[in-house]
């Protein structure tokens, strides 16, 4: 079976500082794989989305950045983080097809101060 | 162009009520549209979708939708709420002719009293 895991689950950043988080893919290939984030008592907001390696769209252009240097590996970056970068993080995935279902994982807390 | 619309930003029921929480959608096309609950610190988990076969569609947990063309609409409901069914209830619609990424609710939290 496919799973989903993103880490850190949890961290605190000062502001200024660089980010890194991590999702990996496990029991399929080629997935498309996404970054939500929600901010407090928000909906859900797709950052950025690849359908294959080195392939990355980003739909909000701030001062994040995502990178897939591997089929199913998917990085959220950024070079020096804001307060309102502050949020929820979600990963997620789904195989190639439009009536195929999205699955999410774990999810960071981020909490830049 | 697909949009959802998630009636009700807090929806408030006693434990043992129907719990009805409200989704319309907008698409040019046939539409696939899926549930997700969110309990508290975690990820999104599939509650039920449509993709076009019957209308009613039943879930995990006890919930159901039910897909009215008529009226644009895939509400969900419970028969029976239980304090277990406290979470953040999301709705996301995706065009069978159109782009392969979901347009997601902006959230319903449902509060079950005891």
């Known amino acids: 079976s496919q799973t989903i895991h993103q880490w850190p689950a949890t961290l605190v950043q000062p502001v200024g500082s660089p980010l890194s988080l991590e999702c990996t893919v496990e029991?399929?290939?080629?997935?498309?794989l996404y970054w939500y984030r929600q901010a407090a008592g928000r909906g859900l907001q797709l950052l950025f989305y690849?359908?294959?390696?080195?392939?990355i769209s980003s739909e909000v252009p701030q001062n994040l950045s995502a990178s897939r240097p591997q089929d199913r590996q998917f990085i959220l970056s950024s070079k020096k983080l804001l307060l309102s970068d502050s949020g929820f993080y979600l990963c997620?995935?789904?195989?190639?097809?439009?009536?195929?279902?999205?699955?999410f994982g774990e999810g960071s807390w981020l909490t830049v101060v | 162009a697909q949009s959802v619309t998630q009636l009700g930003s807090h929806v408030s029921v006693s434990e043992g009520a129907l719990v009805l929480l409200r989704c319309n959608y907008s698409?040019?096309?046939?539409?696939?549209l899926f549930w997700y609950v969110q309990y508290p610190n975690q990820g999104l988990q599939l509650l039920l979708k449509?993709?076009?076969?019957?209308?009613l569609v039943k879930g995990i947990n006890g919930f159901e939708a039910e897909f009215k063309k008529s009226e644009t609409s895939f509400h969900l409901t419970k028969p029976s709420a239980h304090m277990s069914d406290a979470a953040e209830y999301f709705c996301a619609v995706r065009s069978s002719g159109g782009s392969y990424i979901p347009t997601f609710g902006r959230g319903t939290s449902l509060i079950v009293h005891p």
């Open positions: 698409s040019s096309v046939p539409p696939y």
């Open positions: 029991g399929t290939s080629n997935p498309n």
């Open positions: 997620a995935w789904s195989v190639s097809g439009v009536g195929n279902t999205i699955y």
């Open positions: 449509y993709t076009s076969a019957a209308t």
């Open positions: 690849s359908v294959g390696i080195g392939q």
